[in-house]
């Protein structure tokens, strides 16, 4: 389903048009011992996801989007580490009970899908740039997430095109 977003929680799999998601589901923020450290992101991912922000600039979505961006350290595609979560990256999160769940981060025209996570939503906003082992928090009922793994990197497996 083209611009459904699905967002996975401790409940199962929630829908919503990815232009319609609650107010609740847009506010995150990230814990680390360094509460602002800085993520990384492909200098591919981030022209996308500035463009994809200039688009739909009027939906509160993008300003944590744009945040994120802001203070990233944009690398390029060959040089991203293997364990940072990328634009299309398979990754297993486990939430504050410790289930774990596998997602894919996409998009918002791309979420297809149970597993599916766009980065427009509070969660995949909060995943992207992350390294495996590090902790974000998303206020979507769910608390802290912590990535364990990340199964598929586009970068890593040399899908540039993704």
Partial sequence: MKGTVVSTSV??????NVWEIPERIMSF???NSNPRRTIMITKMDERRLRALARRHERYKAVAALEAELTRATIVAPES???DVVTMNSRVVY?????????VRLVYPTDASGEGD????TALGT???GVRAGEEAACL???GPVRVSRVLYQPERAG???L
């Fill in 11 to 16: 409940a199962g799999a929630e829908r919503w």
């Fill in 29 to 31: 923020t990230r814990i």
């Fill in 80 to 82: 991203v580490p293997p």
């Fill in 94 to 102: 486990s939430d504050s009970s410790g289930t774990s769940f596998e």
């Fill in 117 to 120: 996570i766009s980065v427009l």
């Fill in 126 to 128: 909060a995943l992207l």
């Fill in 140 to 142: 979507i009922g769910e």
């Fill in 159 to 161: 899908d540039f095109h």
